[in-house]
Nanobody, 129 residues
Framework: QVQLVESGGGLVQAGGSLRLSCAAS????????MGWYRQAPGKQRELVAS???????NYADSVKGRFTISRDNAKNTVYLQMNSLKPEDTAVYYC???????????????????????WGQGTQVTVSS
């Protein structure tokens, strides 16, 4: 019912920039928070940044001042602008959508119901030194 598709990963030299995008599609009525997580080899998945539908943001300490998260609610799309990239930023980056509601067709007409939190397939970001 809901799909998240990420784009924008790649290989960049240290100090460079990348911009990740994640578009959510499906019978979406609302998404409370969207965010980016990352997982490096041998490490646990960690939150990078998140943003609510109202625009409140949260960042991991390691990316504050370098990364900026933004969101287009009308397009159900979240972006992550990554500047001053470091080799330690190398990881697979995953998009997440939290507390989604969707619209389904019922005999009573369109009905809004809760849906599962959703994840994208991941996009590789590699920063060379």
């Amino acid at each position: 019912q809901v799909q998240l598709v990420e784009s924008g990963g790649g290989l960049v030299q240290a100090g460079g920039s990348l911009r990740l995008s994640c578009a959510a599609s499906g019978s979406i009525f609302s998404i409370n928070a969207m965010g980016w997580y990352r997982q490096a080899p041998g490490k646990q998945r960690e939150l990078v940044a998140s943003i609510t539908s109202g625009g409140d943001t949260n960042y991991a300490d390691s990316v504050k001042g370098r990364f900026t998260i933004s969101r287009d609610n009308a397009k159900n799309t979240v972006y992550l602008q990554m500047n001053s990239l470091k080799p330690e930023d190398t990881a697979v980056y995953y998009c997440n959508a939290d507390r989604i509601t969707i619209t389904i067709a019922t005999r009573m007409g369109p009905t809004v119901i809760p849906y599962f939190d959703s994840w994208g397939q991941g996009t590789q970001v590699t920063v060379s030194s």
